[in-house]
């Protein structure tokens, strides 16, 4: 274009306010579709895979967890509550001091029951559902509470898998209920801004109004929040990081290593595979999490269900 000629009228295209449209900062969780979706993309996992037998089990357990989503009714916060917690910078229902409503363990109930209905199970998952079926209500509550404070012991690890997932649904449905406006990212970026939990994973999405953004999605209760690029999610340096992937793969799940911590955390890169699944694909990806542990780094927080 010449100095002096009238550019041409054209529909705009991006922003008309100009600038680049900033990505939001949370979502929160959908009940009606989380577990299912993350049972389903197990269930294709599963085939061929050299855990599939776990796989399976754990395709099973997302698809109890659906279930009992749909079945439980859950009371959200007060309103006051939730702005007197997010104004001090603390997420307003925060795993460790949350008053639980026993609905959770009616939650429990049902996905126990789920595998009850089912025509084979391994003598082993028969064994912990009949240990919980038994002991009482105070008894779950202390396991539920050590699971929360991460001080689950070593017998307890079978058991521990059932209350995590109960767990999640209880908080998932929780976490739908708060209004996205009043919640907010925490001072400390690398937890859940609704919960206090750590992340099972960062997805780097690909399409929509900001792609390339990456959010991390929560171990508890299934909150997504954007995390910046680039940055150590445990100790939030930069200068250390680098990306590594299972050579001959299409590098769609990746580890993000940071050598100021000797942390990782897992990275799924929505461009090279749209069906990817923060909860499914990390469970599935376990191998992975071995190859880089033994060359010395610590994942930055376990997967609840990897307990076992």
């Given at each position: 274009m010449r100095q002096g000629e009238v550019a041409p009228k054209a529909p705009w295209i991006g922003n008309p306010q100009?600038?680049?449209?900033?990505?939001?900062?949370?979502?929160?969780?959908?009940?009606?579709?989380?577990?299912?979706?993350?049972?389903?993309?197990?269930?294709?996992?599963?085939?061929?895979?050299?855990?599939?037998?776990?796989?399976?089990?754990?395709c099973e357990l997302s698809q109890a967890q659906h279930d009992a989503a749909d079945m439980i009714d859950v009371t959200g916060p007060d309103a006051d509550d939730v702005a007197t917690a997010t104004d001090a910078g603390m997420p307003p229902l925060a795993a460790d001091g949350h008053e639980r409503d026993i609905v959770w363990r009616e939650a429990l109930t049902l996905?126990?029951?789920?595998?009850?209905?089912?025509?084979?199970?391994?003598?082993?998952?028969?064994?912990?559902?009949?240990?919980?079926?038994?002991v009482d209500g105070d008894t779950l509550e202390y396991l539920a509470n050590d699971f929360l404070s991460g001080n689950v012991a070593p017998e307890d690890a079978g058991r521990a898998v059932f209350i995590a997932a109960a767990l999640q649904v209880y908080f998932t449905k929780l976490a739908?209920?708060?209004?996205?406006?009043?919640?907010?990212?925490?001072?400390?970026?690398?937890?859940?801004?609704c919960c206090g939990s750590t992340p099972v994973a960062g997805v780097i999405t690909a399409s929509g109004s900001t792609p390339g953004v990456r959010y991390l999605y929560c171990s508890l209760c299934s909150t997504a929040w954007n995390h910046v690029r680039a940055v150590c999610i445990t100790c939030g340096q930069s200068a250390h990081l680098s990306l590594k992937s299972v050579e001959g793969e299409n590098g769609a799940v990746q580890v993000e290593t940071c050598d100021d911590c000797h942390t990782y955390a897992?990275?799924?890169?929505?461009?090279?595979?749209?069906?990817?699944?923060?909860?499914?694909?990390?469970l599935a990806s376990l191998g992975l999490d071995l190859m880089v542990a033994e060359v010395g780094w610590l994942r930055h927080a376990p997967n609840p269900l990897l307990l076992a």
């Open positions: 100009g600038g680049v449209t900033a990505p939001a900062p949370i979502i929160l969780p959908d009940p009606s579709t989380r577990f299912a979706r993350t049972s389903g993309r197990l269930g294709v996992l599963a085939v061929d895979h050299p855990m599939a037998q776990w796989l399976e089990f754990l996905v126990l029951r789920h595998f009850d209905r089912l025509p084979e199970v391994p003598d082993l998952v028969a064994s912990v559902i009949d240990s919980l079926n038994e739908a209920t708060l209004d996205e406006s009043q919640v907010h990212l925490l001072p400390e970026r690398g937890l859940c801004p897992k990275m799924l890169y929505v461009a090279k595979d749209p069906r990817l699944d923060p909860y499914a694909d990390d």
